[in-house]
């Protein structure tokens, strides 16, 4: 009986294993709708909704497209994009926001990736190819070496010129705070409100 139950259970896992061999994100399919997938496609679509909040939660980027997202964070289209990004929050504030310059008027930032960049750290990290080692990140904010995300100190500056009350939100430890502050003021962002 022992035999059989043991002859049975390696045809089940060779079956159940050649069913998923199919599957190879390096190889090029075609969705349910049609559409074909390449692995820059798939690799787009993953950093894009990581980026829309749709994908939370993840331990590591997907091995395949590690190459993709360091590629992406160096780029210029990453530059570009952030650029845009900060153009229309400019011209967001300038067409539908009345100030009304009673010391009321507001902006929050959060800090990471927003005001300093952590691309320096994740580049000699893996890219998120690795799981996060939350003490290494942590001794890396303690250095205070984040660099300043130059179109975020574009918008940073503007509203301070508007008149903005501007606070700062972060998820790092109380025990960041001092070189979270050092970081900041060295790199170019002062005046600020709140952290």
Known sequence: MAKKLGIFFAIFCILLTSSFADWNILKEHTTNSGL???LKNYCESWRMNVELHNIRDYV???QECVSYIAKYMTSTQYKVDSDRTIDECILYISTNCILEKDGKDAWIFDIDDTLLSTVPYYK???FGGNKLNVTSLEDWISQGKGTALDHSMKLFNHLKELGVKIFLV??????LR??????LVHVGFYGWTSL
Do not use: L
Not at 170 to 175: F, G, L, T, V
Not at 178 to 183: E, L, R
């Open 60 to 62: 590591v980027v997907p």
């Open 178 to 183: 001092s070189p979270t502050i050092d970081n």
């Open 36 to 38: 074909k997938i390449s």
């Open 170 to 175: 972060s998820s790092r430890k109380e025990h």
């Open 124 to 126: 000699q990290n893996g």
